[in-house]
């Protein structure tokens, strides 16, 4: 019982920090229509920003400030960048933040170092929230939690319940018409791009400071923010939530368990040995192949039903 419990929990506070990287990519491709490879780089400079920041000013209000200095990063990066080469279709922009990602990758090691930084976490967030039988469950895992839900509370909010969230989903379906009631639409999407990279700031403000900042940060995230996305659908934020908890809590599961298909087959009556075929596949258990399930679930969902959980298109 006591695995079950901590390894769901672990489960769920990884799939929201995945969900907070992959909500700001989902909310620029389902409004602008842009997959935007650059995304997990914003993530890194939220999380340097946040640290150089902290040294000054103290974590919280680096929280705060690191996305928004991100935010406009990523405003002027679509102001001055992307909407020049958006007149030249999606292979164009797809191509642009490719090239953007790598570039910002080697700014923050001229910058920062090429070795990880010491972003430690604050001093009221150190320590366990709760104690699960005999393993303690810390307090930044619930801090991410509470900010992950939080975060999509708001984006829900403002894009469904709020003027500013019809004026960008009619900037989105009928831009013409929006310009004609008065709508800078180029400033509306210039601001979706800033918001949606802004997400990538905070959320490598939390990932930063729970787990590791260092140059490699972005690299290591960048396909598994694409499974999400794609599993979740293309554009569907609520995809994308539900895609990142499912595999946040079976990476957590699967890493635990040392089930094998050999020892099921064991439990069967079928004898396996070194003579059996595919017998180093057949020992293999279940933790060794943890880190590939997700793609493993990605290859299934573009097999049997391409537009993911919640999308509402398979292109």
């Known amino acids: 019982m006591e695995f079950f419990v901590i390894s769901?929990?672990?489960?769920?506070?990884?799939?929201?920090?995945?969900?907070?990287?992959?909500s700001g990519l989902t909310l620029i491709f389902?409004?602008?229509?842009?997959?935007?490879?650059?995304?997990?780089?914003?993530?890194?400079?939220g999380a340097y920003a946040a640290y150089s920041l902290g040294l000054k000013i103290g974590f919280f209000p680096a929280l705060f400030?690191?996305?928004?200095?991100?935010?406009?990063?990523?405003?002027?990066?679509?102001?001055?960048?992307?909407?020049t080469v958006h007149p030249y279709g999606h292979v164009a922009e797809l191509l642009f933040t490719f090239g953007l990602a790598y570039l910002i990758d080697e700014i923050v090691k001229v910058a920062w170092g090429l070795t990880a930084v010491p972003f430690r976490v604050p001093a009221v967030l150190a320590g366990p929230l709760f104690t699960v039988y005999s393993t303690e469950f810390p307090k930044m895992r619930g801090f991410m939690m509470l900010v992950a839900l939080l975060m999509l509370m708001a984006v829900y909010l403002l894009i469904t319940r709020?003027?500013?969230?019809?004026?960008?989903?009619?900037?989105l379906t009928h831009p013409h018409m929006a310009e004609a009631l008065g709508h800078n639409v180029p400033r509306v999407f210039m601001l979706v791009f800033g918001g949606g990279t802004a997400l990538a700031g905070l959320a490598g403000v939390i990932g930063g400071v729970a787990f590791i900042t260092s140059p490699s940060m972005?690299?290591?995230?960048?396909?598994?923010?694409?499974?999400?996305?794609?599993?979740?659908?293309?554009?569907?934020?609520?995809?994308s939530f539900l895609a990142s908890l499912l595999i946040g809590i079976i990476q957590s599961f699967a890493i635990g368990l040392n089930?094998?298909?050999?020892?099921?087959?064991?439990?069967?009556?079928?004898?396996?040995?070194?003579?059996?075929?595919?017998?180093?596949?057949?020992?293999?258990?279940?933790?060794?192949?943890?880190?590939?399930?997700?793609?493993?679930?990605?290859?299934?969902?573009?097999?049997?039903?391409?537009?993911?959980?919640l999308g509402t298109r398979a292109d």
């Open 65 to 83: 400030l690191a996305p928004l200095l991100v935010g406009f990063l990523g405003a002027l990066v679509e102001r001055y960048g992307l909407r």
């Open 162 to 171: 709020t003027r500013i969230g019809l004026v960008i989903q009619a900037a």
């Open 30 to 45: 389902s409004l602008m229509g842009v997959l935007n490879f650059a995304h997990a780089a914003f993530y890194m400079v």
């Open 218 to 239: 972005a690299d290591s995230l960048v396909p598994i923010m694409f499974v999400v996305v794609v599993v979740g659908g293309m554009g569907s934020l609520a995809g």
């Open 259 to 309: 089930w094998s298909l050999g020892g099921f087959l064991g439990a069967l009556g079928v004898a396996v040995n070194a003579q059996t075929p595919l017998y180093s596949l057949l020992r293999l258990q279940l933790s060794e192949v943890a880190p590939m399930l997700p793609y493993l679930l990605l290859v299934l969902m573009l097999i049997f039903r391409p537009k993911g959980l």
């Open 8 to 22: 769901l929990l672990n489960g769920v506070s990884y799939g929201l920090l995945l969900f907070m990287l992959s």
